[in-house]
Nanobody, 113 residues
């Protein structure tokens, strides 16, 4: 079954960086991932970043210039470069398709003080 698969999570010290990747598990059925969401324990899910059809990026207000979303030309992969990470960025990060029809299984990001 086709799915989105995230990678790149891990544990990092505050101020550090991580690069998340999202890829299609099935090359014969393309799912266009266009957004990153995150959810921390006990908190609501929130939008981190997204790409519009024309390639414009938009971000959650908490990002404040620290993250950059990008995709390859064919939108087969989606990336999230996260810099200057803070402990409050600790969460499970999900890549999501347009319309939120498909969600990846998530990748854990832990930022230690």
């Amino acid at each position: 079954q086709a799915a989105l698969v995230e990678s790149g999570g891990g544990s990092v010290q505050a101020g550090g960086s991580l690069r998340l990747s999202c890829a299609n598990s099935d090359s014969t059925f393309l799912i266009r991932a266009t957004m990153w969401y995150r959810q921390a324990p006990g908190k609501e899910r929130e939008l981190v970043a997204g790409l519009t059809e024309d390639g414009s990026a938009y971000y959650g207000r908490f990002v404040k210039g620290r993250f950059t979303i990008s995709g390859d030309g064919a939108r087969k992969s989606l990336y999230l470069q996260m810099n200057n990470l803070k402990p409050e960025d600790t969460a499970t990060y999900y890549c999501v398709s347009a319309g939120e029809h498909y969600w990846g299984q998530g990748t854990q990001v832990t930022v230690v003080p």
